[in-house]
């Protein structure tokens, strides 16, 4: 068990819908990023934040959007979604913002788009 | 960035050693290799990493060659949990963390 929780654990919609998945981090870890992983894709890095504010982005479709709150959870949204965007979600944290900083990941979100 | 080149997959016998092998030719003086391993679509699993010096803990050991261009993950002795994707990513400051394809690693008994 790593400390990072995501829920929900599977997810299943239609395309056009939106949708919301929420990690929470290891106790005391500031940062938080989202990756997707899909089978044509392998895994890939989507966002980053650190203590509520953007770091860095990747490759993250306008679609998509993230945001950090005070209590260091954090939420994507999935927005008109597609076919393609079934995949699993992955959030990890770690302390700092530096990426010498071991990330730790959650067990992920099965987002699959009907 | 640094790009590396691993081969995509190993076998290895359990209680043997498993020597996963990494090239990062192009690696440049600040960025550390780091190892992952994922396990049949479970959350990637931090190993070890280091920058110049080999480095062990309790899950493996990493050996990094001198000049820096090429590293060895060792997991000393394999067990069929090991069974799994291992990603070798070089980091450099301030971007991604960047998956390639990794080596599967496949361990029988």
């Known amino acids: 068990d790593s400390g990072v929780t995501q829920t929900p654990k599977h997810l299943i919609t239609a395309t056009g819908q939106r949708v919301t998945l929420r990690c929470s981090p290891r106790?005391?870890?500031?940062?938080v990023y989202w990756y997707q992983q899909s089978l044509d894709q392998g895994l890939q890095f989507l966002i980053q934040y650190y203590n509520g504010e953007e770091r860095a982005k990747g490759n993250i479709l306008e679609r998509f959007s993230a945001q950090q709150f005070p209590d260091l959870h954090s939420e994507l949204n999935l927005s008109s979604l597609e076919l393609g965007d079934s995949a699993l979600y992955f959030c990890a944290s770690s302390v700092g913002a530096d990426y010498y900083n071991e990330q730790f990941f959650g067990p992920g979100t099965r987002l699959t788009v009907l | 960035d640094a790009k590396t080149t691993q081969p995509p997959s190993m076998d290895c016998a359990e209680g043997r050693a498993a020597n996963l092998p990494c090239n990062h030719s192009t690696i440049s003086g600040n960025e550390y290799v780091y190892w992952y391993r994922q396990i049949h679509s479970q959350g990637p699993q931090y190993i070890i990493h280091g920058l110049k010096n080999n480095e062990t803990n309790e899950m493996a050991s990493l050996i990094i060659t001198e000049d820096r261009k090429s590293s060895t993950l060792i997991l000393p002795h394999a067990t069929l949990r090991d069974t799994a994707v291992y990603y070798c990513?070089?980091?450099?400051?301030?971007?991604?963390?960047?998956f390639g394809k990794g080596t599967t690693l496949s361990v029988s008994s």
């Open positions: 990513i070089v980091r450099p400051p301030g971007t991604a963390l960047i």
């Open positions: 106790s005391g870890d500031l940062s």
